[in-house]
């Protein structure tokens, strides 16, 4: 299976877009979580709903932090999302959190297999260091939360990394992921937001 190494190449090239300067922002539409959704998590900054391609997709919902804009100029079928912190720029990079969705038919590898293979692509096609990770559930599915360093790309400074991946085993079996960059990993303000978003993002499954 290789839909994380798409997964990673568009993260990618946000960045690269993200750096140049080269963004439009646009407005999304904050929402709550809908009521049966017990297994989320609830944070304090509102909710955007990502919009879905097709019906029999996960809903998946990031939260926004005050600061934060929508940023659509690379949306696709991988890249479903980004949100930029412009008061976060220095040295001409600006935060941001960019969210994938894939799916693979027929895998049958697990969660945690799947899991493996995207932290060995960090390290062998992003070149990552430094990496941890820790095991945690999002909505009730497996995730996990990696943090490691970036090398320096193109105009893009060494910098750190949070990719928070959720698996949903399904028809077909769903990855989502959350991977939020930055030149400023000790401003309050980002520590602050960047766990919010990353407790709060959600996947919720279709109604069958």
């Known amino acids: 299976m290789t839909f994380t190494y798409r997964a990673l190449l568009a993260a990618g090239t946000v960045t690269a877009l993200l750096v140049s300067g080269c963004t439009r922002d646009v407005a999304g539409t904050a929402v709550t979580a809908s009521a049966g959704e017990d297994a989320c998590a609830t944070v304090d900054a509102p909710l955007a709903d990502i919009p879905t391609i097709n019906p029999r997709e996960p809903q998946l919902r990031i939260p926004v932090p005050s600061g934060w804009e929508r940023n659509s100029m690379m949306d696709s079928r991988v890249i479903r999302y980004a949100i930029v912190a412009e008061n976060l720029r220095t040295r001409g990079f600006a935060t941001n959190a960019v969210v994938t969705l894939e799916s693979a038919r027929g895998t049958n590898e697990t969660p945690t297999q799947i899991f493996d293979q995207n932290r060995n692509n960090l390290v062998e096609i992003m070149g990552a260091s430094d990496m941890s990770v820790e095991a945690n559930t999002t909505c009730g599915f497996p995730s996990e939360t990696t943090r490691y360093t970036a090398p320096k790309m193109g105009l893009a400074p060494e910098r750190p990394v949070i990719?928070?991946?959720?698996?949903?085993?399904?028809?077909?079996?769903?990855?989502?992921?959350?991977t939020i960059q930055t030149t400023e990993p000790d401003d309050p303000q980002f520590r602050r937001d960047a766990q919010q978003i990353v407790d709060g993002f959600q996947l919720v499954l279709p109604a069958t």
């Open 163 to 178: 990719m928070h991946a959720v698996v949903a085993e399904a028809d077909p079996t769903w990855l989502a992921t959350l």
